[in-house]
């Protein structure tokens, strides 16, 4: 579920001035202006698309990454080894998004020549929203598949000890007339994040979602909070998210689980790791091809029956494909704490504050 329950005191923010002041702030951290930049689109995108938990809401968390956390603020990624189409990623403790964002370009260009491409990446921080980074693949025809680990917020089956990540996983496939199908899921039944965004709101989480530090299933968020996320699927869903921290951080050498430090004391800066990859679709089936049953794939999916109750039926990423559309003109709602965060960043650095949301929150506040 992208969206969140509503709240009177969301803000409408246009996308492009939410950026800009996102960016400053960034650049103000001692980025540069690309990276500062290209940072903050990747949260804003994020925003755009209803996937609040990993959207601007993380400012705070940011700043505090770059300026005290040890992450380097002009961390410049490098390719540390190529053998063929597999490649090593150091990532040079910078942003995950300017990890990411490197390390999907190498694999798109890789595969231009070998048709498959995988980017593993190493030395790096957390990197966002994963369907950002797979649907980077989607303009040169290719379908793209971003992985990450994640600070462990579940227990192994059965256990109550918080040593495995959610660590997700996003497939993003092309189509035509219909959006791209664009899936991003976690192992978990939710993200941190989204929880936390519950926990401004003061809304209770849905049933399903977590358990509290001893194992009981709970809807209170900061009992959540203390506590573990369910896996997806039971035992399939914490079989999952260990194989896919394992693929994010094997190949490239980066931490696992409790090695990338835990939800109370923070990450250890430098230890996440990623993978990527890229599938030249063309070099198996011919794109138009596969964009046109990708279409009717989606197709299918709307127009089959629904349960008593249910409005419509969404394939992976037509939800997030319609708040993206709907935001760009009408704004993205942003909660009074995610543009408190904003506003203080802005302040502590002296960004003039202009923009009229920032000073409304602050005479509000």
Known sequence: MAEYPGSETETRVMPGELAGVVAAIFQACKMDEADAALLAGALVAA????IHSHGTLRVPDYVAKLTKGGVDPRGRPAIASRNGAALVIDAKNAMGQIAAHFAM?????????????????GNSNHCGAMDHW???????????????????????????????GINPLAVAIPGGDEPA??????????????IRVYHQKGHPIPEGWAYDAEGRPTIDAAQAMAGLIQPIGG?????????????????SGAAYGSELGNMIEGPKAGKDGHV????????????????????????????????????????????????????????IPLNAETIA?????ADRFGIAREAAWLNEAAQTS
């Open 47 to 50: 925003d755009q698309r209803g």
């Open 105 to 121: 370009s190498a694999a798109i260009e890789t595969a231009r020549a070998t048709h498959v491409a995988i980017a593993a990446v």
């Open 134 to 164: 797979a649907a980077m693949a989607l303009s040169h025809g290719m379908i793209g598949i971003a992985a990450t680990n994640a600070l462990p917020t579940m227990a192994p089956w059965g256990g109550i000890d918080k040593i495995v």
């Open 181 to 194: 199908t664009i899936l991003d899921i976690a192992f978990g039944a939710t993200a941190h994040g989204k």
């Open 235 to 251: 035992h399939k869903g914490v079989g999952l998210g260990i194989v896919m921290g394992m693929l994010s951080t094997l190949l």
């Open 276 to 331: 990527f990859m890229a599938i030249d679709v063309a070099a198996f089936q011919p794109l138009d091809r596969v964009k046109e049953r990708a279409d009717g794939i989606s197709r299918q999916i709307q127009s089959s029956r629904r349960r008593a109750g249910v409005e419509r039926l969404y394939p992976p990423g037509l939800l997030e494909a319609e708040f993206e559309r709907r935001y760009a003109s009408e704004g």
């Open 341 to 345: 965060g904003i506003r203080h960043a």
